[in-house]
């Protein structure tokens, strides 16, 4: 089957550490992107890639960072700095960069004890 | 900031009735709008998209596009329990993607 994973399904993470969320396609599509999701807001960009090796930040890539050494993979960390991690993180992914239509994976849901 | 609004809801409806969900935008070069069905707990999954004027169906789902109003609609037609979600607006504008907050959608039997 083709699609989006995304792992794990929850994380919970204490204060101070890294962690590192997963996000896989066998869509062979060239674009992809991590969104955070909280409450009664709209899905807010933190980083793309429209390529390997390169990404760009989007608009709220402050306390994370990304990798893109492969086409199908794409980790988004959320580092110490981010102050208040705690929020729905879901991936997506389109054929090709700028092209409309995004999927998405199944989330990870991250909570902060 | 290029913002794409949406009334937050809750909408509710009786089941069979039509649905209809809003949604305005500030960016005038806007090129293609997307509709997303979001269950709870679930990720956003693509239900419709448009990107001229008027009307496009698909089964019960309707869409609507005004480009001089800069306004986006969707209409749900005979709706059931299991459209009961949150549906979310999305705006390719001329720079990004940009996602409304979403409406919340009950279909009460």
């Known amino acids: 089957d083709g699609g989006i994973t995304q792992s794990p399904k929850y994380l919970f993470r204490k204060e101070g550490q890294n962690v590192t969320l997963s996000c896989e396609q066998n869509l062979n599509h060239d674009a992809m992107y991590w969104y955070r999701q909280d409450p009664g807001q709209g899905l807010r960009l933190i980083y793309y890639s429209q390529i390997v090796n390169d990404f760009q930040k989007g608009d709220i890539a402050e306390g994370y960072s990304v990798s893109r050494e492969k086409k199908e993979s794409f980790p988004l960390t959320v580092t110490s700095a981010q102050k208040n991690p705690t929020a729905f993180y879901l991936c997506a992914s389109s054929i090709v960069p700028g092209l409309d239509e995004q999927f998405f994976g199944p989330g990870t849901r991250l909570t902060v004890l | 900031q290029k913002e794409v609004e949406q009334n937050s809801g809750p909408l509710s409806v009786p089941e069979g009735a039509i649905a209809s969900l809003n949604c305005t935008y500030s960016d005038r070069g806007s090129q293609s709008f997307f509709w997303y069905r979001q269950y709870s707990g679930k990720s956003p999954e693509l239900i419709m998209f448009i990107y001229s004027n008027g009307d496009k169906e698909d089964g019960r789902f309707t869409a609507q596009l005004n480009k001089a109003s800069q306004y986006v609609s969707l209409l749900i037609r005979d709706s059931q329990p299991s459209d009961s979600a949150t549906y979310l607006c999305?705006?390719?504008?001329?720079?990004?993607?940009?996602f409304g907050a979403g409406t919340r959608l009950t279909v009460k039997p």
């Open positions: 999305a705006v390719k504008t001329t720079d990004d993607m940009r």
